[in-house]
């Protein structure tokens, strides 16, 4: 079945440490996202690539990675410089239309 | 800027007593309008997308409704199982395909 993948489903990272956040899809999407979801909060976007080697910021970039190599997958690292990682991070993907949007199930990051 | 809002924050229902979430939006061009369910741990499962003032979709004991400034997710003799939290999205009409998403409702259904 199509579907996008993330893993690791939980993941702790220790202070001052980079971490990468795997995201796959095999649906052909064009189109892949970051999310971050806080509680309380609606899902906020870090990163969306339309095409590959193409990516652009979006409301909350600071402190995040992404790399688009693949048109199937689109990693996020989270950097030391994020002050405050522990969150649920979504990934998406969607046809180059923005129609299709469909989620992952998402990566818990802890920071111990 | 793009806005969603969502009403209430939280609602609580018996078994069998019908209630509507509300959606309220204020994007430039709106090229959809996007609802969705999550379950405590997971991520987003897509529901309904409306397109246009005057359309609704029904899947089950859910119905959407759209205008041209909300949209309704009513819940008809909603179970157990129809508690999670719902998400409303709006896809604007400036050049973007990402959306902007409301904070959500919660919705707990006792039996």
């Known amino acids: 079945d199509g579907g996008i993948t993330q893993s690791p489903k939980y993941l702790f990272r220790k202070e001052g440490q980079n971490v990468t956040l795997s995201c796959e899809q095999n649906l052909n999407h064009d189109a892949m996202y970051w999310y971050r979801q806080d509680p309380g909060q609606g899902l906020r976007l870090i990163y969306y690539?339309?095409?590959?080697?193409?990516?652009q910021k979006g409301d909350i970039a600071e402190g995040y990675s992404v790399s688009r190599e693949k048109k199937e997958s689109f990693p996020l690292t989270v950097t030391s410089a994020q002050k405050n990682p522990t969150a649920f991070y979504l990934c998406?993907?969607?046809?180059?239309?923005?129609?299709?949007?469909?989620f992952g199930s998402g990566t818990r990051l802890t920071v111990v | 800027e793009d806005q969603v809002t969502q009403s209430p924050e939280a609602l609580r229902l018996q078994e069998g007593e019908s209630s509507s979430l509300n959606c309220s939006y204020t994007v430039s061009g709106l090229r959809g309008l996007f609802w969705y369910r999550q379950d405590p741990g997971k991520g987003p499962e897509f529901l309904f997308t409306l397109y246009s003032a005057g359309e609704e979709k029904e899947k089950e004991r859910l119905k959407a409704t759209l205008t041209k400034k909300e949209s309704f997710l009513h819940i008809t003799a909603p179970k157990p199982e129809d508690s999670a939290t719902y998400l409303c999205a709006a896809r604007s009409g400036a050049g973007s395909y990402q959306l902007t998403f409301g904070k959500g409702t919660k919705l707990s259904v006792i039996p």
């Open positions: 690539s339309q095409i590959v080697n193409d990516f």
């Open positions: 998406a993907s969607s046809m180059r239309d923005g129609y299709g949007y469909t």
